[in-house]
Nanobody
Framework: QVQLSESGGGLVQAGGSLRLSCAAS????????MGWFRQAPGKEREFVAT????????YYGISVKGRFTISRDNANNTVFLQMNSLKPEDTAVYYC?????????????????WGQGTQVTVSS
């Protein structure tokens, strides 16, 4: 059983940056592909980014590509999401998720474990 805990959310002005962290415990972190998803009020959950178990591969949703960067520190069981050039439409609850596997996974229903989420609010 893997437990995930996100942190780093908050209120930021448009054009600003935030760095989200997701700390994992209870499993062998380096066996898990990791993903970030977000959900805004009244909207469906949206894929943001994923990183392979080794950290060698990444993939991004079209709405964040070029602005967000996913990375991981397997020694410290943590995955990060660096968010730059933030826009009001990036406002959402951001969730990290974990899945055992060597590939990249973009579907939320593919993931086995989820964090509780962290709120990101971007003001215009």
């Amino acid at each position: 059983q893997v437990q995930l805990s996100e942190s780093g959310g908050g209120l930021v002005q448009a054009g600003g940056s935030l760095r989200l962290s997701c700390a994992a415990s209870g499993g062998t972190f380096s066996r898990y592909a990791m993903g970030w998803f977000r959900q805004a009020p009244g909207k469906e959950r949206e894929f943001v980014a994923t990183i392979s178990a080794s950290g060698s591969s990444t993939y991004y949703g079209i709405s964040v590509k070029g602005r967000f960067t996913i990375s991981r520190d397997n020694a410290n069981n943590t995955v990060f999401l660096q968010m730059n050039s933030l826009k009001p439409e990036d406002t959402a609850v951001y969730y990290c998720a974990a899945k055992i596997g060597r590939s990249l996974y973009t579907g939320g229903n593919m993931y086995d474990y989820w964090g509780q989420g962290t709120q990101v609010t971007v003001s215009s």
